[in-house]
């Protein structure tokens, strides 16, 4: 079983990244999707969330910004983020889950500075 995430990097404020999760090693399209963030000092919170069957939801800090998305035939989950802030910066990372299920990619670090 493994997850993956890539994408992260340095981006200035009002910029945009993509972020991918890739899945491997267990039936992907029956779990739930999420997209979490830790900020430096803070506790890790979830920011976006897809269903198996495709719905999407967004912390309040992100909606309008950020979309959630899947590719259930690549095993695939991304993260659009658009409008980029610096508090927005932290590991981002995504996790697959369905009921006592869980599975955690190692994070992807995003950075936003001029």
């Known amino acids: 079983v493994q997850v993956e995430e890539s994408g992260g990097g340095l981006v200035q404020p009002g910029g945009s990244l993509t972020l991918s999760c890739v899945a491997s090693?267990?039936?992907?399209?029956?779990?739930?999707g999420n997209w979490y963030r830790q900020a430096p000092g803070k506790q890790r919170e979830i920011i976006a969330s897809?269903?198996?069957?495709?719905?999407?939801d967004y912390a309040d800090s992100v909606k309008g910004r950020f979309t959630i998305s899947r590719n259930d035939n690549e095993m695939t989950m991304y993260l659009q983020m658009s409008n980029l802030q610096p508090e927005d910066a932290g590991v981002y990372c995504c996790?697959?889950?369905?009921?006592?299920?869980?599975?955690w990619g190692r994070g992807t670090q995003v950075t936003v500075s001029s």
């Open positions: 996790n697959a889950h369905l009921a006592a299920a869980d599975f």
């Open positions: 090693g267990f039936i992907f399209h029956i779990y739930n």
């Open positions: 897809i269903s198996r069957g495709g719905s999407a």
